[in-house]
């Protein structure tokens, strides 16, 4: 038999390839004339950075980038094949960088972007993969810009505050000091959201709650990034903010679309088309793949349904294997899951209900091991 293993990392426990090996050794174990192509994946979010340059060969740098909320942080990026960078956005704008009574969108930006943009470019970068997840910031991508710089200025010719509550004061946009040259390389945004940039349905509405916004701040901020647009306009009269995806990542997904010569689209179908995983899946007998957790939300982008989906057009048995299976799986089913399986069922009560054991990278390998020799003696692999 020959089988594809392209599993998701498990958050917080397992990385991609990690989870990905533990499936093939087990397999292995079972029937060492088995033939195991393991592949890593990842859906544009945490993890794509490491998944597509462990997937093409590629190396990873570290520099020094602002934080959200201007600190100097260290945050690492993927450079493959001499020339194409992948950055994940929240390496210096996520949420994760900042403590709980430190979130707040007026304040956060995403200066450390473009920093991490201009570090690529300098080591020879001309062609860009950008996961925009997991972003702290409401900004429209001002910061980002200001730090391939473009000035944005209030009525006064005077540098806007910080955060997205600098928009409030924002006047001009000056591009003489621009590095148009970085601007105009290939930029591809991993997105999996249709949000424009304002409105009900817009980032402010939508995610600032996420990110530590208060419910008075949310209609202001709303308006400013209404004005930011009308006067990017009259810089570049093609933007559109109510472009599917302008509202990702607090309106970067909007600065990209405006000011770059840039491309959005699914994070999974990235990945997929990155790697190369549909050409695996075609000559595979059976399809592995997985995540931390499967439930109903999973076929919302995820890249277990991003690869079953696919799996499931060549006709081929996809089984899904989760730390956690929860509501609403069943729908998986619709979209080319052929079966599911958590891998914390040979476990105790106790040991189940224990998170910090179950994801315990050596607890979780064993007990994907574990399933997959079952699931093996079961015939289902």
């Known amino acids: 038999m020959k089988y594809l293993v392209a599993m998701d990392s498990f958050k917080g426990s397992l990385t991609s390839l990690e989870a990905g090996y533990a499936v093939k050794e087990a397999i292995m174990e079972f029937n060492n004339e088995n033939e195991v192509i393991v592949k890593p994946l990842a859906d544009g979010g945490e993890g794509t950075m490491k998944a597509l340059t462990d997937g093409l060969g590629g190396e990873l740098y570290s ?5 959200p909320l201007g600190r100097y942080v260290t945050c690492n990026y993927g450079m493959i094949e001499k020339n194409t960078a992948i950055i994940e956005i929240a390496e210096a704008a996520g949420l994760t960088r900042l403590s709980e009574d430190e979130k707040n969108p007026l304040y956060t930006s995403t200066y450390g ?3 991490l943009i201009i570090d690529a470019y300098n080591r020879g970068a001309r062609r860009f993969i950008i996961g925009l997840g997991g972003s702290a910031t409401n900004d429209g991508g001002v910061g980002m810009l200001s730090a391939l710089g473009f000035s944005f200025l209030d009525k006064d010719n005077n540098d806007i505050s910080y955060g997205a509550e600098g928009l409030k004061e924002l006047a ?16 591809i945004i991993a997105c999996d959201v249709d949000n424009p940039l304002c409105g009900l349905e817009g980032c402010s509405y939508v995610f600032a709650p996420q990110k530590g916004a208060r419910k008075e701040e949310i209609e202001c901020m709303d308006k400013w990034l209404l004005n930011y647009a009308d006067i990017v306009k009259k810089y570049n009269k093609y933007s ?15 600065a990209f679309l405006s000011f770059f010569n840039a491309k959005l689209i699914s994070g999974i179908e990235l990945v997929i088309k990155e790697l190369g995983i549909t050409e695996y899946i075609k000559t595979s007998d059976i399809v592995i793949t997985g995540e931390g957790k499967l439930d109903g939300q999973s076929i919302m982008g995820k890249a277990p349904i991003g690869v079953s989906k696919i799996a499931k057009n060549y006709g081929k048995k996809v089984i899904a294997l989760a730390g956690i299976i929860g509501d609403g799986v069943e729908a998986c089913l619709d979209y080319g899951v052929s079966c599911y399986s ?8 106790e040991e189940k209900h224990n998170i910090e054991y179950c994801m315990r990278k050596d607890v979780a390998i064993n007990n994907i091991k574990t399933t997959v020799k079952k699931l093996c003696q079961q015939n289902i692999l």
Do not use: M
């Open 172 to 187: 001009y946009i000056n591009d003489a000091n621009a590095f148009k040259d970085i601007c105009g390389s290939e930029f």
């Open 113 to 115: 972007v473009g920093e």
């Open 240 to 254: 559109n903010p109510e472009a599917k995806g302008s509202g990702a990542a607090g309106g970067l997904g909007f």
């Open 63 to 67: 520099t020094l980038a602002k934080d």
């Open 342 to 349: 958590s891998i914390n069922d040979s476990l105790s009560f």
